[in-house]
C-alpha cells in the first residue's frame, strides 16, 4: 500500500505541478524573452519532454488508483465520495490531456516542421487553454486526495 501512495502521488505531483510550472512561470517567461517567431518551437521541445514524463504520470495514477481501490476499498462499493470525485475528475483530466496530445500538440508539432509560426502560435494558445482547464481540475483533485476524508 505505502507503494501505490507513494507512486500515485509522486505522479499527480509530476503532471500537476509540471502543468503549474508550465502555465504560470514558464508561459509568462516566454513571452518576455523568447522572439514570437520561435515560441512554438520552443514549446514543442518543452511539451515533447514533459508529455513523456505526462504519459508516464497517467498510467502510473490509473494503475495505482485502481490498485488501491480494489485492494484496500475492496472496490467501488467500499470508496468514500473523495475517491469517486478524485477518480471522475482524473478521468476528464486524462481524456483532456490525451485530446492536448493527439490534435493541438500534434497540429503544434506539424507547424514547427513546416516552419509556420503562426499556426505554431494558434495552436499553442489552443493548449495553453486545455491546459489551464486541466491545472484547475488537477488542483481541485489534489485537494480532495488531500483532504478529502476529512472534508
Known sequence: MSLAIALHV???V???GGMF???MAMRLAVVEVIDA???GALWCATLS???RW????????LVTGYWM?????????????????MQALGIVMTLLYAHVYFAPFRRLKQAVANQNPQEGGRQVGQIRKLVGTNLILGLIVVAIGAGGRYL
Open 10 to 12: 509522486l505522479s499527480a
Open 14 to 16: 509530476i503532471w500537476v
Open 21 to 23: 510550472f508550465a502555465y
Open 37 to 39: 517567431s520561435q515560441r
Open 49 to 51: 519532454r514533459f508529455f
Open 54 to 61: 505526462v504519459w508516464a504520470a497517467v498510467i502510473l495514477l
Open 69 to 85: 481501490l480494489f485492494s484496500v476499498f475492496g472496490g467501488m462499493a467500499g470508496a468514500g465520495w473523495h475517491i469517486h470525485v
